[in-house]
């Protein structure tokens, strides 16, 4: 049974979860299951904190249905990049020079997510301050592709790349200044999604991210294993009473606040993209004991 939920899409967890067809505390045992057959030889999740994850999970459990806001998560098991706090666990950004360093609050992504019913279980590896396209550091290590381990998962975001692939969690954060989503998600087939500038807020605690690009210019998105529609809108602003310094230049008012909907046609052109792309198999003579096992 964990072996089968490892292997759903973001969608279809939600779809269980919010039927009650399945349990956070479920997802969550799935996920660790595929994290210790894994992530020994991946390295993509770098820290895990599944008592913070658990005591969310209940919280979550106890809550009425009737009391849930559109777009809710139900209790999906995400991973976030370690440039970002999430409020009581380890927050390197790859360095040395925070490699003590534990979050005392949550960034405001951290804070959203968690508040539509995502829950945190583990930080994703990355490079020393997000700058490289490849993911390795001097506290953690490589992370490797899990289609083939002798190849790289790409960067900044490898590590939320590889742990998608593999199946350890079914959505995972990352950031995004000249590629560090949309690189890794296509070395690993998973799908990547970078936001137009002023999507999502700029406001970081994490020291570390504010060394690297994307403090300055970057974006906070996503790379999942399929699109789940609401979950560009959950980090935005728009659908919550956050203050002015928390949210996203469109999401307060300025250039572009009105979200155009898509023609046919183009729509049609970018389902038919992401499904050939999450239906992506290793090519022949690929490793594929660590994504398909």
């Known amino acids: 049974m964990k072996q089968e939920l490892s292997k759903l899409t973001a969608t279809e967890a939600v779809a269980l979860l919010k039927r009650r067809e399945v349990s956070p505390l479920e997802l969550i045992d799935a996920a660790m299951t595929r994290i210790e057959a894994t992530n020994p ?3 993509s999740l770098v820290t895990l904190c599944l008592d913070r994850a658990r005591k969310h999970a209940q919280r979550i459990m106890r809550q009425k249905h009737a009391d849930v806001p559109a777009h809710y998560l139900y209790g999906l098991p995400i991973a976030i990049k370690d440039n970002l706090d999430v409020s009581g666990v380890r927050a390197t950004s790859g360095s040395r020079i925070y490699a003590d360093r534990i979050a005392q609050s949550s960034d ?3 804070e959203r997510l968690e508040a539509n019913g995502a829950i945190v279980i583990g930080k994703t590896n990355m490079p020393e301050f997000a700058a490289g396209g490849n993911t390795f550091n001097d506290v ?4 490797r592709n899990p289609w083939d381990t002798r190849m790289t998962s790409g960067g ?4 939320a790349a590889a742990a998608l692939a593999a199946g350890q969690v079914w959505l995972a954060n990352g950031g995004d ?5 949309r690189q890794p998600a296509s070395f690993c087939s998973v799908a990547g999604l970078r936001p137009s500038p002023g999507m ?7 020291p570390g991210l ?6 300055r210019d970057g974006t906070t998105a996503t790379a999942r294993r399929s699109l789940l529609d609401p979950f560009a809108y959950l980090v935005t602003g728009r659908r919550t009473r956050a203050g002015a310094h928390h949210r996203s230049d469109r999401a307060a008012g300025g250039q572009g606040g009105t979200h155009h909907t898509a023609d046919y046609g183009a729509r049609r ?9 999450c239906r992506a198999r290793a090519q022949p003579g690929a490793q594929r004991d660590q994504r398909n096992s």
């Open 41 to 43: 030889r991946l390295n």
């Open 108 to 110: 405001i992504v951290v």
């Open 140 to 143: 953690f290590g490589a992370t």
């Open 156 to 159: 900044s975001s490898g590590g």
């Open 177 to 181: 200044f000249g590629g560090s989503i």
């Open 200 to 206: 999502v807020p700029k406001v970081q605690k994490n």
């Open 210 to 215: 504010r060394r690297g690009k994307q403090g």
């Open 269 to 277: 052109g970018a389902d038919l993209a992401v499904g050939r792309l």
